[in-house]
């Protein structure tokens, strides 16, 4: 390899400053390539606004690795994925099922590395240096450009490094078939979670067709009607919370805006902030999240647990960042939580922050019906035959009474494995089958409370907070805990008698009512 004395003592000087205490390592790094590559420019670029690996990986340049002269990378072992989970509800936006992909692979994490680097006819030496250690962080690209007869040393910019960055800099700028993340440190563009939240469609999201509508309406007029916000001289910037109990559609709600904001005539690109926690300054954290923003808009900016992501340590800079003198043209934030009430008022009851909140509670009676259908839409399309008829929805509807979309979701899900594998036997629910025929005190039981874990009280819904299609938590609270959570008596049909599914369900339907009783009152 070409230079390989000058990579040896220039990754000597590395190892040696990455020992020592530091107080900047970003201009460290530039300082000691520029000594020890002196037929060389060096330009520093911030690789959150250069990604010359995903523009190489497209086939816009070509990249070389040079790591076996000796670098600083993690061996890490990247799994293979598997097949989507059949229990649990694991509920983040970055949650993705996927078919087995193989062994897996091994992969490094470079922290310190070089490669050669060729575009238009221009050869480039490439160092990506990512560091993180006593509150200081970056990811750079250092760009080394021989002198030649085009610039002489001490020049401030190369003509040929220049016109490789802007080329760079003008495709990273755009989303290609991608979603941004920011994962506590820095942005980076995630193409297997976009195409995951892609699988979402507005079908999947059971709720009160007018709040679904209207909260369409919310987010799709805002992007299309920045001259209407010009002319009534308003900031072209709104906020949206989607508030409620666990496990009722705000993660899926939030899939299915991202998809259909990606496909519009114009795409509008989302950004999704998963964590803020870095060690370091959270001034520096929360600006850079706002600046990419910005960069980005018009946009989507979701905070998913934004009771998580904003407290007392951050909340002043995620204030002035909303509020302050930087301009936040073309930004839609839309953030999600489960306790509204761990919110600072601050961000709740201020229109020009956060200028909508839909309420997401437990599904009413005709909302688990609607469900219900759904699921009985999915299973005619399964290989095998299931009776499935649709007199069974207002029954499991009425057994379902208090649960979440996430518990309806474990019923059927538990129930199909059971009966589409065959790991059960028929004889283990004639019990259950008879209990349903004779209309015994088997199924006499109290009706289950509307209650569950709630997340605050009726004094902080505005009117400006939409009910998206669910009963009422909070009121029922402490009542919900105290009262054991049973089987409803429902009548069945004689033409139901002996239906299998719906004994399996029911016997579902009572593990997960016991799983409730184990868990609300801790």
């Known amino acids: 390899m070409a230079c390989t004395f000058e990579h040896q003592a220039a990754f000597g000087a590395y190892s ?11 201009l460290a790094i530039l300082t000691f390539l520029r000594e020890h590559y002196p037929k060389h420019h060096v330009t520093r670029a911030d690789a959150s606004h250069f990604d010359i690996f995903g523009f190489a990986d497209k086939g816009h340049a070509e990249l070389e690795e040079d790591l076996n002269l000796g670098f600083d990378a993690t061996r890490r072992f990247s799994a293979p994925r598997v097949g989507p989970r059949v229990l649990g509800s694991h509920r983040s936006l970055g949650s993705q099922s996927h078919k087995n992909d193989g062994p897996g692979k091994l992969i490094d994490d470079v922290r310190f590395g070089r490669w050669s680097c060729t575009w238009n006819d221009h050869h480039y030496i490439l160092y990506h240096v990512t560091y993180c250690a006593s509150g200081e962080s970056g990811r750079y690209n250092f760009v080394l450009s021989p002198f030649g007869s085009l610039v002489s040393p001490g020049a401030a910019h190369h003509p040929n490094t220049d016109a490789l960055l802007q080329a760079v800099g003008s495709w990273s700028k755009d989303l290609h078939d991608e979603i941004n993340v920011f ?13 995951a939240i892609k699988s979402t469609t507005w079908d999947d999201v059971i709720m009160d067709a007018d709040v679904k509508s209207n909260l369409q309406r919310d987010v799709l007029d805002f992007f299309d009607n920045e001259e209407l916000y010009h002319s009534l001289s308003v900031p072209w910037k709104r906020g949206i919370i989607l508030h409620g109990v666990p496990g009722n559609g705000k993660t899926l709600t939030l899939k299915a805006l991202i998809k259909t904001l990606s496909e519009r005539e114009d795409p509008i690109p989302s950004l999704y902030v998963k964590s803020v926690e870095n060690g370091g300054e959270m001034s520096v954290t929360i ?36 509020d302050g003198l930087e301009d936040n043209k073309g930004i839609l934030m839309v953030g999600s939580t489960n306790h509204l009430n761990k919110l600072d008022s601050s961000i709740t009851k201020r229109p020009s922050r956060f200028d909508r909140k839909y309420h997401f509670n437990l599904p009413r009676d005709e909302t688990r019906q609607a469900y219900c259908e759904f699921w009985r839409r999915k299973i005619e399309t399964l290989p095998r035959k299931v009776d499935f008829p649709a007199d069974l929805c207002p029954i499991i509807a009425k057994w379902t009474e208090g649960f979440s979309f996430a518990y309806m979701k474990e019923l059927f899900m538990s129930a199909m494995v059971l009966l589409v594998t065959g790991t059960h036997e028929e004889n283990e629910y004639e019990d259950v089958l008879e209990d349903a025929e004779c209309g015994s005190d088997a199924c006499s039981t ?14 902080e819904k505005t009117g400006n907070d939409t009910e998206a299609g669910g009963v009422d938590t909070e009121k ?10 049973v089987l409803p008596e429902v009548d069945i049909a004689d033409s139901l008698q002996g239906n299998l599914l719906l004994a399996i369900l029911r016997s579902q339907v009572k593990a997960l009512l016991a799983d409730m009783d184990d868990t609300t009152g801790k």
Not at 311 to 321: A, C, I, Q, V
Not at 446 to 459: K, L, R
């Open 287 to 322: 600006t850079g999240i706002f600046e990419h923003a910005r960069k980005m808009s018009p946009c989507l900016l979701v905070f998913e647990d934004l009771d998580s992501l904003v407290d007392d340590r951050n909340r002043s800079y995620f204030l002035n960042e909303v």
């Open 446 to 459: 109290v009706v289950v409370s509307h209650s569950t874990a709630g997340e605050g009280n009726d004094a």
């Open 16 to 26: 040696a400053q990455a020992s020592r205490e530091r107080t900047d390592t970003a």
């Open 183 to 195: 994962n506590g440190r820095w942005w980076h563009k995630d193409a297997k979670l976009l195409k």
């Open 476 to 485: 029922k609270l402490e009542e919900g805990k105290k009262q054991p959570k």
